[in-house]
């Protein structure tokens, strides 16, 4: 199915606009997907994602965290105001708005995350259980909370029992909620109870998302006493961020995953 329409949408989450883009095929009760970028990144590293599955037939979603970006976001928000939890409550609001759409289909939503995207997505379907029916996970951040009680983020670092008011991390400014709401997480008891098909893609050369915190993903998921599809695919030598001939593979695992709505 071909995507022949894109327009731009927007949504509202505690007095900020989040602002993304949509991609549908012509026609109505469309499944709905909505694909969340990863930790300062933009939706731009996405829509790549989201326009194919459009053309397997969904009103697809893509859009910029409050505060989530540490260049070229287009919604509202402060970086020392963003958080996971933060970030949760805008895929929250995103999913509201398809959901009031006059040509979709509110019993068939696709969640899709990379890296923190990854977790927020992970963390969102277990809050909403059935009324996400796919979740797919790109080498998804659950180290973040680890990380946090460690004192070190990407290149911030700090003291986990005092947390200061704003944390320098590279080009990118967090405030202090940015570990607070993490660092008594445990990512594993959080997305338990979700209920949904699960997917999780992740690269073997992965320097900044260890291996084995998708290897409990999976344990986690496929221990629940759901009836669904829990599916790992190992990218040998697949970085964080996958290269363009890794991505090829992993959009093909989407793909087949994705297709039977």
Not at 30 to 48: C, D, E, R, W, Y
Not at 88 to 106: F, G, N, R
Not at 142 to 149: E, G, M, Q, T, V
Not at 171 to 180: D, H, I, N
Request: charged fraction near 25%; include cysteine.
């Amino acid at each position: 199915m071909k995507c022949c329409i894109r327009s731009r949408f927007s949504c509202q989450r505690d007095g900020l606009t989040i602002r993304g883009y949509e991609y549908r095929p012509a026609g109505t009760n469309l499944p709905i997907a909505i694909v969340s970028h990863g930790f300062m990144a933009n939706q731009m590293t996405v829509k790549h994602y989201a326009q194919h599955l459009a053309k397997m037939g969904y009103a697809a979603f893509c859009f910029d965290f409050c505060g989530g970006c540490v260049m070229m976001g287009k919604s509202d928000g402060k970086t020392t105001d963003m958080s996971v939890l933060t970030e949760v409550s805008d895929l929250c609001a995103v999913i509201d708005y398809a959901k009031k759409l006059e040509y979709t289909d509110t019993a068939n939503i696709l969640l899709m995350g990379c890296s923190q995207g990854g977790l927020v997505s992970a963390l969102t379907a277990a809050r909403l259980k059935n009324e996400v029916k796919k979740l797919v996970l790109f080498y998804p951040a659950l180290c973040i909370p680890d990380d946090a009680r460690s004192g070190k983020m990407m290149w911030a670092e700090f003291d986990p029992n005092n947390i200061p008011e704003t944390i320098k991390c590279g080009p990118m400014k967090l405030g202090r909620c940015y570990a607070e709401d993490v660092v008594k997480m445990d990512p594993f008891e959080e997305i338990k109870g979700y209920e949904g098909d699960v997917l999780i893609v992740h690269g073997t050369a992965d320097k900044i998302v260890n291996m084995r915190y998708v290897q409990q993903a999976m344990e986690t998921y496929r221990a629940d006493p759901y009836a669904r599809k829990v599916i790992y695919y190992a990218i040998e030598g697949g970085r964080h961020m996958f290269s363009k001939r890794h991505d090829t593979i992993a959009i093909e695992y989407l793909r087949l995953f994705s297709s039977c709505i």
